[in-house]
């Protein structure tokens, strides 16, 4: 079965480009023209993965990626202008996985695209370094990776794909330290270029979200100018 994309955007000139891109690799796509409409659309009938511009009538990217949050941890990725990096990193805080900057390659959207995917679909897989079930368990901090669950001491943590992938990656290994380019090829894969502040804005929406369950919640550490590391329990 196909999988199917969603495009979110004011500029019919994008759509309607982006969408023939996206069909000829054998994708469904759905377009819609303001937030409204996509966000009743999406929580009507999900997709697989959504891309969002920001600046759209009747409700911005910003407000439809919270609102999506709040129900789906569909992959997303933002479209920003060149003049947007305020609106990137505050997209990257409120759980979108990807961004890219207008003007923009439609080739190298869909390498995002598909990296964002195999992503996807590979964190719901039992993973080759995982115990049998595909179970992490490291303390109070347990990941499923066949149901893309995180638990910490007992309650559920809702992480995008990327999140959980970056938690994964720390968590493997407890008291190693990872730094930034390792981080990325964990969460993106290799051969795809992303600043390292989207690295930074990942880890602490992540901190967020499990401060949300645990006030205290300090198990990932930052360690200046290296990278970052999960406490040893």
């Known amino acids: 079965m196909a999988q199917t994309i969603a495009l979110v955007d004011d500029d019919r000139n994008i759509l309607t480009s982006v969408q023939m891109t996206l069909e000829a690799e054998g994708y469904t796509v759905r377009t819609f023209t303001d937030g409204e409409s996509a ?5 009507s009938k999900p997709a697989d993965l959504a891309v969002l511009d920001i600046k759209m009538p009747r409700m911005d990217g910003m407000e439809l990626l919270q609102r999506l949050r709040q129900r789906s941890n569909m992959p997303v990725v933002f479209l920003t202008s060149k003049d947007e990096e305020v609106d990137e990193l505050m997209g990257l805080r409120l759980g979108a996985d990807d961004y890219i900057t207008k003007p923009f390659s439609q080739r190298l959207l869909l390498e995002r695209i598909r990296a964002l995917l195999r992503r996807n679909e590979a964190s719901r897989a039992e993973g080759s370094g995982a115990p049998p079930g595909g179970v992490i368990a490291r303390g109070d901090l347990v990941l499923d990776e066949t149901k893309h ?5 007992g309650k559920q943590v809702q992480l995008t794909v990327t999140e959980f992938l970056l938690v994964k ?13 390792q981080l990325i090829d964990a969460a993106y894969g290799e051969n795809i270029y992303v600043d390292d502040r989207t690295i930074d804005s990942h880890v602490k929406r992540i901190r967020k979200k499990f401060r949300q369950t645990d006030n205290v919640f300090d198990q990932i550490e930052t360690l200046y100018g290296i990278g970052y590391r999960y406490k040893e329990a």
């Not at 669950?149 to 001491?153: A, E, G, I, M, P």
Request: hydrophobic fraction near 50%; aromatic fraction near 4%.
């Open 39 to 43: 966000l009743q659309g999406l929580m």
């Open 169 to 181: 990656a720390l968590a493997v290994r407890p008291g190693m330290v990872k730094n930034r380019d």
């Open 149 to 153: 669950t995180c638990v910490w001491k």
